[in-house]
């Protein structure tokens, strides 16, 4: 597969922005529709909030985010009275007041009400965060407030300690206040706290997240990273062909070893320097794809990435050993080959070659320039050990370059031989080779000085040289082959014995050169199979997944052209296509486990649903209940903006969210928020008919679901009566949202006037309106609902009255409170 783009669809992330802002202490909040007036239903509930009260999440949603529920008979009317009017003036506040848990017990809580906007200023949501402050009550002077003191040490029966000092219990807690404000750091530092001096962190707005970067940070996937990626390409091979040929041919061939070379750098030696030098200045500033598939822009994030990954090796390359010719510095030959730590940049390479692996033409040609690049790396260390053996007094007449100049007529000569001081040695021509030996070798070796391929230039003085038997005897090797021919025929016997057994004319007579012939042979056998004999082998083993996937997409693609399917529709198809296969590769689990036993198969399947599984819902079932269920469960996802269910559909599954978070819509409104953990689906599970959906469901970010068809739950349920019957009573206590038409419409029986009493349980999406519902025998039938302090899912009995001369029906609330009407 090509390079991974990441998961680009803007998400709203306002859900998990809370959730993190909020972790810890402050993490007991619910979210509040600000769209259904004076009502205000829950549509989220942190987890530390269904701690704090006692209450499931199944029982708080759709219930008014005032807390009516946690009201008591010492809650405060007055308090009550100004958080409604706080929500209804969509205003910010805050107060402390006594709730009181599911069990009864009493607690004092800090309750802040905070308005949140989306993008175009509305209010659309309530965050209500509590805080218990009991304890905070209990180090408060009663004098302070004799009311509040009173009551508090009534409700828990507080005795004060033997010497209980109120002064000293009032410094106390000036100096618990003011420690709130420090908190520790590593045992060793105090951080100040950002609420004491500082604005307090803005709350975020419910809209879909837009991309924010800077404009300095580049896109790993832009059209400017491409061509730059294809530029540092192009030097990386610059640099692979460069390097070795100066190290073996330009400061080998024809230069003293003990000196290096003085001139300049040349300009593209120096434009690769530049440019290995902005490729680590850019990298610093580029995008990268995470491991959870997700773009980062954070340009911090992409420091540390660099720096633990490729920085080093890319420093090591681009180090500019250039300059020390530049400054005319002078090194020996040793530091040439420091030159070859650039190659380190083809790792760099590897890398990259995976953005191209989706394209056979250029696989096959980078396998080619991959082979030819070895070849040239052979052709320098065949010259190189050549050039050694040349200058070698004991096999300079058998070497390949001896046998090649006897051929094209350029023998190598001595331009100077005399016994020379090692001043003399160090000032001989750059153009030259040094050829150190002793008198008598020279003297013994009569062969030499007749060679019709050697012409010795100073021989008398050689003689004469030698007969003195003092010193060293010191030659500079001049002529051989242009450096052309001898790089040509040695990329010849590289490529000849790479691919085959060369064909003899140029071959290895020295035992150096033969150990090197043997080497290249046997390396040559692989490359010649792999590349050559192979490729098509290769490429199907190595990128199967790839052909896969290309396949796919190339199938889809002619889905779309010959369908003629709009380009909205169109984008949609291949952004999910692509996200599907980000998360699960393209492998089908169910295919891959259908030929293992199915013992196996079972334990593989609670192995990798066993989130869902853990849920108490499924706590008393056995195990082989769970194995069952395991079977049936799939895997899903879903991409922002996208609906996982629309409102009158036929419901085929209960749905688990794994990540991300979703939204319940009904007429525009947001009924309620679901995230990790949440249950969605119907609790009509005992017979076999057709559920239909009352809202719709939304992604608002990336979500990876797991669902159980009820046609599968209801086999499993059959195979153990003795769970089905828990399962049943329990779910509804489970789901987070039921999404069964009709719910909460239970009809009871009611004797009024001789008339039959209905109870309709529904959202008030408008004060003192009239809504239409088909749940009635007579159409035309109305009902005005009136504002109540009971939540419309809370199953209580209401009274109906029936105006005379109307089709109406007026619901009042059963407490009767001033405040509902």
Known sequence: MPVMRGLLAPQNTFLDTIATRFDGTHSNFVLGNAQVQSLYPIVYCSDGFCELTGYARAELMQKSC???????????????????????????????????????????CLLDIVPIKNEKGEVVLFLVSHKDITDKKKDQDPEQGPEMGELFYKVHRVTRPPGFNANRRRSRAVLYHLSGHLQKQDKSKLKINNNMFGEKPPIPEYKVAAIQ?????LLHY????????????????????????????????GRDEGSAPRSPPSVSDILVEILFMLDIVLNFRTTFVSTSGQVVYDARSICVHYVTTWLFVDIIAALPFDLLYAFNVSVYFGVHLLKTVRLLRLLRLLQKLERYSQYSAVVLTLLMSMFALLAHWMACVWYFIGRREIESPGSWD??????????????YFLSSLTTLAPSTVSSAPANSSHWNVSGSEVAGQSSWNSSQYYRNVSGAEAVSGTGTGGGSVAGVLGGGPSMRSSYVTSLYFALSSLTSVGFGNVSANTDSEKIFSICTMLIGALMHAVVFGNVTAIIQRMYSRRSLYHTRTKDLKDFIRVHRLPKAL????????????SVNNGIDVSELLKDFPDELRADIAMHLNKELLQLPLFESASRGCLRSLSLIIKTSFCAPGEFLIRQGDALQAIYFVCSGSMEVLKDNTVLAILGKGDLIG?????????????????????????????KGLREVLRLYPEYAQKF????QHDLTYNLREGHGADVSTHTNVGERVFLLLCMIFETHRSVHTSHFDRPSLKVLFLNCCHQTLSVRPLQWQRERNTGTRIAQCCCLKRSCF
């Not at 049943?728 to 779910?731: A, C, D, G, L």
Request: proline fraction near 2%; include cysteine.
């Open 682 to 710: 119907s609790d009509s599970l005992t017979k076999e008919q057709v559920i239909k959906t009352n809202a719709n469901v939304k992604a608002l970010t990336y979500c990876d679901l797991q669902y159980i068809s009820l």
């Open 66 to 108: 005032a807390c009516h529920f946690l009201y008591g008979p010492e809650t405060s009317d007055r308090l009550t009275a100004q958080i409604q009017g706080a929500l209804d003036d969509r205003r910010e506040f805050k107060t402390e007041l006594i709730f009181y848990k599911k069990e009864g017990t009493q607690f004092w």
């Open 222 to 253: 832009g059209t400017f990273k491409a061509g730059w990626d294809w530029l540092i390409l192009l030097a990386t091979f610059y640099v692979a062909v460069t390097v070795p040929y100066n190290v073996c041919f330009t400061v080998v061939g």
């Open 728 to 731: 049943i009573s329990e779910i």
């Open 570 to 581: 169109e984008q949609r198809m291949l952004e999910c296509f692509q996200t599907m296969w």
């Open 398 to 411: 058998i070497g390949w370059l001896h046998e090649l100049a006897k051929r094209l007529g350029t023998p």
């Open 213 to 217: 970067k800077s404009r300095f940070i």
